[in-house]
């Protein structure tokens, strides 16, 4: 009886370790440092593994030094209160201290098999998660996401110098679309969830500014994030192919939030087509990142 | 594409640089709807200056980049002209 109750607690706990990653969301976050070294060059295949392990490890830290910092609010919303902590299947310090542990082994991974650029780009996008998001914005503003959102926009940057060892426009390129991306991506969850927020005091837009104003800031950030996904194209980083699917795939974006906007002005539920937004505006990301790869050897 | 390139940069650069104002409209009204404390209006006004400002240093290089691009390509066309026979 021993032996198999053992193996349960401890493949228990191997998943309450990979569950504080949020594998889900690193599977985004390393599209996006992956795709764009293949942007960059021709990259090896042992610096593809050694970023990937690197680029998961520091984004698992991060979300789980997160956790950590948010267990005072975990427990009040539906969305998180099942996570390893509210949930009390793991001590705070035990995920504190896995958290450091892994971002610290994603430093010294990407610092000695990589470059030490990629190394300080990665710890970089560590702490701007960590203290300038999670700690000073998320609770204080309703921009909160809109400059947090630079957190996300790391991993190209990574990704990039991964490869060339530098930083340049058209990698600051990479960087200013998933910035331009978080917010109609994060307030159209923040339109579904604000009682959540409200009751965990987290001032997200729809809860302070109202419906109507955030909406109206999701279409502006989507028409931005269309004329900034054309511009790379002017200084010859991409081609036709991807000038192509950056304009359909931020035509339905565009389409998707100009929907909800007109269900609002007319009183009627956007509440299914924001579910859609959010849920496409992951593809998006994905398909957008995928097309600048497959443009570069096409 | 390569003619069509001033266009496109254009295009872009007006729905980028209209798109931030009105983004920055809407935040004021925002704001003064929410009736934050005036302090907390100008944290707030600097949250969302600081993407603007840097967006703006970016087209400017943007801008630099697309005209050396295009006179390469005009440079390149020229050569392609004058070896063929």
Request: proline share 5%; hydrophobic share 55%.
């Amino acid at each position: 009886m021993t032996a198999p109750t053992a193996a349960v607690r401890e493949s228990s706990l191997a998943r309450d370790l990979i569950a504080l990653t949020k594998p889900r969301i690193i599977s985004l976050l390393l599209l996006t440092t992956l795709a764009p070294m293949y942007v960059a060059g021709t990259p090896s295949w042992s610096v593809i593994l050694w970023t990937g392990i690197g680029g998961y490890l520091m984004a698992g830290g991060a979300n789980a030094v997160n956790m950590y910092l948010d267990r005072d609010i975990d427990h009040v919303m539906a969305r998180t209160k099942l996570r390893p902590i509210p949930s009390g299947r793991l001590a705070a310090r035990t995920v504190l201290a896995f958290g450091i542990a892994i971002a610290t082994a994603a430093t010294w991974i990407l610092g000695h098999f990589v470059n030490v650029l990629t190394a300080a780009l990665a710890l970089g996008g560590f702490y701007f998660y960590v203290f300038v998001y999670t700690r000073w914005l998320k609770r204080t503003t309703p921009q909160n996401i809109v400059l947090g959102g630079a957190a996300g926009a790391f991993p190209p940057l990574v990704g990039w110098a991964a490869v060339t060892g530098r930083v340049d426009l058209a990698s600051l390129y990479l960087f200013l679309i998933i910035f331009y991306w978080t917010p109609p991506h994060f307030w159209a969850l923040a339109l579904l969830k604000q009682r959540d927020y409200g009751e965990a005091g987290v001032p997200m837009a729809p809860n302070i500014w109202g419906e109507r104003e955030t909406i109206d800031q999701m279409l502006w950030y989507t028409v931005l994030l269309i004329g900034l996904t054309v511009l790379p194209v002017t200084f010859g980083v991409f081609g036709l192919t991807y000038l192509i699917s950056a304009l359909v795939l931020g035509g339905i974006l565009l389409r998707g939030v100009w929907r909800i906007r007109a269900l609002d002005a007319q009183g009627e539920s956007w509440i299914p087509v924001a579910w859609r937004v959010y849920k496409y505006s992951l593809l998006y990301l994905a398909l957008l990142f995928v097309a600048m790869a497959v443009d570069r050897h096409v | 594409m390569a003619p069509a390139l001033p266009a496109l940069f254009w295009l872009a650069i007006v729905l980028v640089v209209a798109s931030q104002v009105m983004i920055l409209r809407s935040t004021v009204r925002a704001m003064r709807a929410a009736e934050s404390a005036q302090a907390r209006r100008g944290i707030e006004w600097a949250y969302a200056i600081v993407p603007a400002v840097a967006l703006v240093v970016a087209l400017a290089a943007t801008w630099q980049e697309s005209t050396a691009h295009r006179t390469r390509l005009d440079l390149e066309a020229r050569a392609n002209q004058t070896v063929a026979p």
